[in-house]
């Protein structure tokens, strides 16, 4: 395992509390996953990888309830989707003896098939062993012992009218449509939220048994019927942990917020800069303060190029629910920087300060250990990054 230290963080970002835990960032890409440990300031890190190397990795996780076990989704060549568990910090892996499959239809109609397993979501602390995984095309399923067995999961799945909102193969989302930003309410196992693209926003509150749309107030493109969830794109959903009644949204229309119990959402992107707009994919909520977000915007023009505005890359925060945002960019290259940042590829940890880390198309690591102030590369010529995870471990 070789020390990467591809740039030293600012001095305004090593100070480190003595008793915190080492920060792991976790990084999946488009051929293989790569885990970086970070040293007690954040300012160094070791590189661990690149695990399963070749294989497209969506999502990779650290199970928070044991501190120990990753699971990664995976698409393996010509072996097809399926799901990697580690109980060692990914010395060891093994493949799930059941990956997510949707149940065989029945005799006469069109059955689906799983392309790749696109997110991961350990259950509630009270479920230990308890995961989620949200599918293309669009399914959840859900594994009792830890990852090794998967199941279909909820009515969402063969409903009739969600398939009618999930569409087909063709609509939509380019590498194929989706379920993700499955969130479990950290107060209550049974109650959960999930995205689907398209298909929109919906909330079980009976542990899966159903599940209500929760699109008011969100805009769709031009000419759609706003009141149909199958024309409804959202990008990204996330719960702030400090008030878990506050939600956030990065959607293809939009930066949304919804504070329960009510059930309209409200634009805030509409503060973002006139020039920038509010066009993205990924949002980080702040872990102790829930007035405070991050977003990273990208070209959001007639005709997306999918790329940081202008090429001049930068994060947007907002520390007062969305009523005011501020470019953060030190550190960012200050021109001809054609890469923009996946819905999973930002994350924060939970140090204070809270550091913020994302990872690019075109394959860059980048960290900041001082809430985005200031920014410094981790690592540079990964493959496509296509989701970024923080967490703390002890070891």
Known sequence: MALYTEQAAPAAATAAHATAGRVLVLVA???GAWLYHGDAARSAWRSDGPHFLGHVISHLRLDPRDG???????KTGHLGPTIFRSTDFGRNWQ????PPA???????EQGRAVDHSFWLTPGNASEPGTWYAGTS???LFRSEDGGITW????CLNDDLLYRKWMGTVQDGTPDGPKLHSIIVDPRDAAHLYIAMSGGGVHESTDGGKSFQPLIDGLEVVEGFDRDDASFHDPHCLRLAPSRPDRLYQQNHCGIYRLDRPATTWRRIGRNMPAEVGDIGFPL???????DCAWVFPMDGGTVWPRTSPGGKPAVYATRDGGETWERLDAGLPPAEAWWTVKRQAMTADAQDPVGLYFGTTSGELWGSGDEGLSWHCIARHLPEIYAVEAAEVTI
């Open 68 to 74: 120990r076990s990753l699971l990664a989704a995976a």
């Open 137 to 139: 095309p669009q399914g």
């Open 151 to 154: 199941a279909p999961f909820s």
């Open 102 to 108: 949707f149940a065989p239809a029945a005799a006469g």
């Open 284 to 290: 980080v909520v702040h872990p102790r303060d829930a």
């Open 95 to 98: 493949e799930a003896a059941k």
């Open 29 to 31: 890409t488009r051929k």
